[in-house]
């Protein structure tokens, strides 16, 4: 019989993870729950120095030296939330406002078969939504051409489909007045540095197991592989990369917390 006893901790991971992102004056904003995350991985990579005597006709490992540890996780995600694909972008969600200022004359040169969006400039290169009062003619005024039979239109994307066979030529400047209605739309673009930094906090919720708590106080995410925007019977996810630093030296990279026990 053993001297000691043991029972096994077979772990049926589950839980939710936490992103708290890190200003550029280093301070965290507040944690942000990512949604269902079916995957949470942490991976660990060390690099040794070994030595080999050449003492005698074999040569002998005779010492083997830990010359630096790195500390990685990865993160899978289907909850395609704004917020997260941020994340993926390494960017920002911000707001595009628009006001109910009427347009004339915004010229287009057209060809039939092809769609034309409307309000696209500088500062909102995809345009503007939801437009009423809709009228196109040639570029001169003369002509008002008829919607479903010279041009098609999508009111709520603004967008203009000039129909084969209609009063409007291939390479013909149109005119096009209208109204966008005033309003605001999420927006997420991308960022230049490609990766954000936050802490990472991981609450274990397992199946099966002993729940213990993952703590990264200093981590950069950065997306890693494809995110799907055409899917055929599955979801779409995408992944994140986590990168572990080390936050000051009073703070371990990595930490793992067993649920309290009051005494």
């Known amino acids: ?39 949470f991985t942490l991976s660990v990579e ?21 010359q630096s540890v790195d500390f990685s996780a990865q993160i899978q995600c289907d909850d395609v939330s704004a917020a997260n694909l941020a994340l993926f972008l390494g960017g920002a969600v911000g707001s595009k406002a628009q006001v109910a200022t009427p347009v004339e ?51 709520a994307l603004g967008r203009v489909y000039i129909i084969p066979g209609g009063s409007i030529a291939d390479d013909q400047v149109i005119h096009v007045d209208y109204t966008p209605a005033a309003g605001a739309r999420v927006q997420v673009t991308s960022g230049n540095a490609g990766r954000l930094t936050a802490a990472v906090r991981f609450i274990a919720a397992n199946a099966n197991g002993t729940n213990r708590d993952l703590y990264i106080a200093s981590a950069s995410l950065s997306p890693e592989g494809e995110l ?36």
Do not use: W
């Open 1 to 39: 019989m053993p001297l000691s006893t043991h029972s096994n901790d077979y772990v049926f991971g589950r839980g939710e993870i936490y992103v708290d992102l890190i200003d550029s004056n280093g301070a965290t904003v507040g944690e942000r729950f990512l949604g269902n995350c079916p995957g």
């Open 46 to 66: 060390s690099e040794q120095f070994e030595h080999f005597s050449s003492t005698s006709g074999i040569r002998s490992k005779d010492l083997t030296v830990t």
């Open 105 to 155: 004359n915004e010229a287009h040169t057209v060809k039939q078969g092809l769609e034309y969006q409307l309000g696209t400039s500088t500062s909102n290169p995809t345009g503007v939504r939801d437009v009423s009062s809709v009228v196109v003619t040639n570029a001169a005024g003369s002509t008002t051409y008829v919607l479903d039979t010279d041009y098609r239109l999508n009111a």
């Open 228 to 263: 799907p925007l055409i899917t055929e019977d599955e979801l779409a996810s995408f992944t994140l990369n986590v990168g572990v630093s080390e936050k000051n030296s009073q703070t371990a990279a990595i930490i793992i917390d067993g649920r309290h026990v009051a005494s």
